[in-house]
């Protein structure tokens, strides 16, 4: 392999890998404050694509994307209320089921409405031919964009849950929501505001990536378990961790793809998830003992 | 005391949860055959003994022997395969399940009938199905739950829970008997008869070993007290030797937690 | 005794609903029962895993392409131009070697499916107990990740390996012979055959799981539903029980994807299909967890329906709606609230009326 080669796969492994970070932030946020893997999170990122699509049509690009998310968050929010809410005293188990149960809900209602298509946004800058060089290789400019949304994403989240009040009444919830509910802690309207703020980010991710590796109705299956090995791999409850996992993963597979064929890239992420859960649930930069609290 | 006569000796048992030192080098011997009682303020360091006897904490140092076995280390089924059961403060029911399938479960660790015979119903399946019926059903009427046998146990009152917890525990014929607050959650009358039938559990030959924050049933049935405060042990005698220590007391009247 | 009558029942609804098709002229509904009913059996599997034990497994597909492929595989070698290598050797002392004419005259030499049945019952069964090892020590979120990840892996296997046919699958899988007379296929003229061999399948199943449920163990795997602790303390080897189980589901599903791949004459890869895991999740939920009657009157019903083709469009989309509202509003199953509480009273009274002295005794000698 030559280091332009090298470069190209790294830059394709940071793409996919950035997909995969904004899934696994929005299990994150979610986990942080309900405890819930939400297993529908892979088709936020799918709706943001789709609606983006959509909309982009009647108008220009910004507020195509800035639409798409609201609407994606809106949706978020609504699952909370309808489904969620009403399951709290429910078992792991049955969290489990319903969440899989909205993904599928999603899942055939974008079937319903996009069809089986694949569609991709237009690229931000330039087209799909158009390419920078950096070090030698050649990138497309919608990597870069792809880069410093998430690096935006990730600062913002970190800034929020560190210095608003808000970012900071979540995190309280997460730890402890009775305490947080006896503070005075609105925790219901916490646990909304963070399933619309994962579905945003979610759908966000959604448009970035949509021109590089298009958007599909059913594409959401795969991009929740790959999310949440990312999510394992970083520690759950970590989402800034979450983001190098999210690199980490995408870097893997990148580079499996030259020596393993294709088919079998998916295979690697399953059994890195497989040996991450039984030698370290914890995850690569979670401690043991945190982990242990958590109630599974 | 004579050494043949102890059912359990408890050697120097420490536990740290990172840099609390929950259990300090705590030791005791207790006699078969009797009722000894460990008390103490909250946070003395009563649960934990209890989890790392039954194997559900490994203790950091020191070792537990159940007649002349050690025991620590072992998993809490292993444990309980020796024939020491356990029941908890908070009670640990299965609630989906009747009442007379949670007590047969207690007979589990009697049995030997594995998956194949219970698919194929072999006759060493229905020969122990048998047995373990004939010997819960006495448990059962012993302790006025005979009639509720088909019920669901999450739709009992509280003290019937109990009840089968203990019958539960009864079940696998133990020949100790770890009781983790047994008296929590009943009322006055309630503990009476649960105090008789601690006695008669023990008239019966077993062992009991009592975690316990009712003072009058522990000064009433206790052959022996252990009295434990931030992790170590502090005094160690019979009730009325315990009534009389004076740190004992300045522990219980000047502490909040009487 | 009182526990197999529902077994009872449930062979004579199996006959009557033959009869029915028969009578009706509909006997071509039979091929959907008898798939249905392959289909069931791995949910009955499922319920012993999730319902029983409480143990989620998002892997079931995974367990029944592992079944399917093998014999798929493995029958649809052709041994006659490989008569001096060992194994060939071996098949046909063994007389495991089964010769066959082609639709263009050719003869063919393929493994008996005997063979392939024990290998997929075997090579189900390792992948469950090693897979069940490690992973059975996960719980929740984690675990049905987990077993979801296991499926992917097999999917993602059949989808690119070459040998298995990639996307279009393995066809021209022969019919097996299960002894002269009584075969194992798709062919019209045996599909009332096929209808029974397939439901006394399940029957059997159902038969020892019920015994197993009332047994010394199955109550210590019920108890590991409402959390491990109680099983624990009453000498339950939990990490054992919960392999022992997973490995029985595993062996239920393969048995099924075998049977199924001989009946269809061919398997794909939409079988190995995360998809397909909850869909089966789907039915032991709605047939209310720990309720093997449950799992099976919702199996037949749901598999029908989905394979005569009733939701159209809608197909998975109506396992998504019953997952959402079954765990939502009927957490315990839709059986079982509204109807297996009336069966059970409606038997209790017949049976009391029969044996008024010996009600005593029903316990002590079932």
């Known amino acids: 392999m030559s280091p332009e080669q090298i470069l190209q796969y790294i830059f394709a492994g940071i793409t996919v890998g950035s997909i995969y970070a904004f899934v696994a932030i929005g299990y994150n946020i979610i986990y942080n404050t309900t405890g819930i893997i939400n297993f529908a999170q892979g088709e936020f990122v799918m709706l943001g694509g789709m609606i983006s699509f959509t909309l982009s049509k009647f108008m220009p690009l910004l507020p195509a994307i800035i639409l798409a998310v609201l609407i994606t968050a809106a949706i978020g929010g609504l699952i909370e209320i309808v489904f969620i809410r009403r399951m709290r005293k429910s078992s792991v188990l049955g969290m489990v089921v319903v969440t899989i149960g909205i993904s599928i809900l999603l899942r055939e209602a974008a079937l319903y409405i996009w069809d089986e298509q694949i569609r991709a946004l237009s690229f931000f800058t330039g087209t799909e031919i158009s390419s920078v060089n950096i070090l030698g290789a050649r990138i497309s400019p919608q990597v870069l964009w792809v880069l410093g949304v998430t690096s935006i994403i990730v600062g913002g989240l970190y800034l929020f849950f560190k210095f608003t009040l808000t970012g900071q009444a979540m995190r309280a919830c997460s730890e402890n929501s009775r305490a947080a509910k006896l503070c005075g802690i609105k925790t219901d309207s916490m646990v909304n505001l963070s399933f619309m703020l994962s579905a945003g980010i979610g759908a966000l991710g959604g448009c970035v990536v949509s021109p590089l590796t298009q958007t599909h109705y059913a594409m959401g299956t795969d991009l929740a378990i790959k999310g949440f090995i990312v999510a394992i791999l970083g520690g759950l409850g970590n989402p800034i961790a979450a983001v190098a996992a999210g690199l980490i993963l995408g870097l893997l597979e990148s580079f499996s793809i030259s020596i393993l064929p294709m088919a079998y890239k998916d295979v690697i992420s399953v059994i890195i998830l497989l040996i991450i859960l039984v030698v370290k649930p914890s995850g690569l930069f979670g401690s043991k003992q945190a982990s242990s609290l958590k109630d599974f | 005391m004579n050494n043949s006569n102890i059912i359990m000796r408890i050697e120097n048992l420490d536990k740290y949860f990172g840099g609390l030192h929950a259990v300090n080098s705590v030791a005791f011997d207790v006699e078969k055959g009797s009722i000894k009682s460990v008390i103490g303020p909250n946070g003395a360091g009563k649960t934990t003994m209890f989890n790392m006897i039954a194997g559900y904490e490994t203790p950091s140092n020191g070792h537990v022997f159940f007649n002349d076995i050690l025991i620590t280390g072992k998993k809490p089924w292993q444990v309980a395969e020796h024939g020491v059961l356990r029941t908890f403060q908070n009670l640990k029911l299965s609630n989906h399940m009747s009442v007379l399938d949670n007590v047969l479960l207690g007979w589990h660790s009697l049995g030997s009938a594995g998956f194949l015979d219970g698919m194929f119903s072999s006759p060493l399946s229905r020969r122990e199905e048998k047995k373990a019926k004939e010997a819960v059903f006495p448990i059962l009427e012993w302790l006025n739950i005979l009639d509720l046998k088909d019920s669901e146990v999450g739709n009992l009152s509280f003290g019937n829970q109990r009840a089968v917890e203990l019958a539960r525990a009864l079940a696998s014929n133990p020949s100790m008997l770890l009781l983790d607050e047994p008296a929590a959650g009943l009322n006055m009358h309630e503990t009476t008869d649960l105090a008789k039938r601690i006695e008669k559990i023990r008239d019966q030959g077993r062992t009991v070993l009592l975690v316990e924050h009712d003072m009058s049933l522990v000064m009433d049935i206790s052959d022996e007290i252990v009295v434990l405060n931030f992790g170590q042990k502090i005094a160690e005698g019979k009730p009325s030797e315990i009534q009389k220590n004076e740190e004992v007391v300045r522990i219980y009247l000047g502490g909040d937690d009487a | ?366």
């Open chain 3, 1 to 366: 005794m009182k526990r197999y009558y529902p077994v009872i029942i449930l062979f004579i609804t199996i006959v009557v609903i033959q009869i029915l098709t028969f009578v009706t002229g509909k006997g071509y509904m039979l091929t959907q029962l008898t798939m249905s009913a392959y289909y069931v059996l791995v949910a009955v599997g499922l319920c012993m895993v999730m319902g029983y034990a409480g143990q989620i497994s998002l892997g079931q597909a995974g367990f029944f392409a592992i079944g399917g492929y093998t014999t798929a595989f493995l029958t649809t070698i052709d041994f006659s131009d490989k008569a001096g290598t060992a194994i060939y050797k071996l098949l046909d002392t063994l007389g495991l070697l089964i010769t066959k004419e082609t639709l263009y005259g050719d003869t063919i030499m393929h493994m008996s499916p005997w063979v392939s049945l024990f290998l997929a019952v075997i090579l189900a069964g390792i992948t469950a107990y090693l897979l069940g090892i490690p992973v059975l020590k996960l719980k929740g979120h984690y675990l049905a990740m987990a077993t979801m990840g296991f499926g992917i892996i097999i999917y993602r296997l059949v989808l690119g390996t070459k040998i298995f046919g990639e996307a279009d699958g393995i066809s021209n899988v022969p019919s097996f012979t299960i002894f002269p007379g009584l075969e194992l296929s798709g062919d019209f003229s045996t599909r009332i055959s096929n209808y029974y061999i397939a439901w006394l399948l399940v029957i059997a199943a159902i038969l020892l799981m019920v015994n197993l449920i009332n047994s010394r163990v199955g109550r210590a795997l019920r108890s590991l539903h409402g959390g491990e602790d109680a099983s624990d303390a009453m000498g339950v080897d939990t990490a054992r029980y919960k392999v022992i189980v997973f490995v029985i589901g595993a062996v239920f599903a393969a048995l099924a994807g075998f049977f199924m791949t001989h009946y269809n004459g061919g398997i794909g890869p939409s079988e190995a299909g995360v998809g397909k895991s909850v869909r089966y999740v789907a039915i032991v939920a709605v047939g209310g967890m720990a309720n093997i009657w449950g799992s099976l009157v919702m199996g037949l019903i749901l598999n029908f329906l989905s394979l005569r083709g009733v939701f159209g469009h809608f197909d998975d989309a109506v396992f998504g709606v019953i997952l959402v509202v079954m765990m939502m509003f009927m957490p315990e199953g839709f059986i079982r609230i509204a109807v297996y509480r009336d069966i059970k009273s409606f038997f209790h009274k017949i049976l009391n009326r029969r044996k008024v002295e010996k009600i005593k005794l029903e316990h002590s000698h079932e």
